[in-house]
C-alpha cells in the first residue's frame, strides 16, 4: 500500500522559515510528479508547487521567489522549503504523487494526511 506521510509542519512568526518533507513508500516502481497543496479554512485545496521526475518545477505566483520545492528520487521524498512566510500562507499542506506501483501499471494519485503550517505573531 502506497503511503504518503508529511513532516516538518508548526507554528512560525512571519518573516520566518520552515521545511516540509514528504516521503512516499510502499510497492512503488516509479514516481512521475510530486507535488504541495494547501487548505486554509474556508477555502478549497490549491497549488503551491509541483516538480516532475526531470526536475521541472511550477509554482503558484503567490509563492514564487519565497518557496523552492525540490526531490530526492532515490529516497521518493519531496520538499518545500518555505521562506518570508506570510500569514496567508497559514494552512493545511498536502503532499501528492503521481506513482506507478509494482503491481499495477496504471498512474495513480496519491495524498498525503497533511501538516499544518501556521504563521502568527
Known amino acids: 500500500q502506497v503511503q504518503l506521510v508529511e513532516s516538518g509542519g508548526g507554528l512560525v512568526q512571519p518573516g520566518g522559515s520552515l521545511r516540509l518533507s514528504c516521503a512516499a513508500s510502499g510497492g512503488i516502481r516509479s514516481i512521475n510528479a510530486m507535488g504541495w497543496y494547501r487548505q486554509a479554512p474556508g477555502k478549497q485545496r490549491e497549488l503551491v508547487a509541483t516538480?516532475?521526475?526531470?526536475?521541472?518545477?511550477n509554482y503558484a505566483e503567490s509563492v514564487k521567489g519565497r518557496f523552492t520545492i525540490s526531490r530526492d528520487n532515490a529516497k521518493n521524498t519531496v520538499y518545500l522549503q518555505m521562506n518570508t512566510l506570510k500569514p496567508e500562507d497559514t494552512a493545511v499542506y498536502y503532499c501528492n504523487a503521481d506513482v506507478t506501483r509494482v503491481d499495477w501499471a496504471i498512474r495513480t494519485i496519491y495524498w498525503g494526511r497533511g501538516t499544518q503550517v501556521t504563521v502568527s505573531s
Open positions: 516538480v516532475q521526475s526531470g526536475g521541472t518545477k
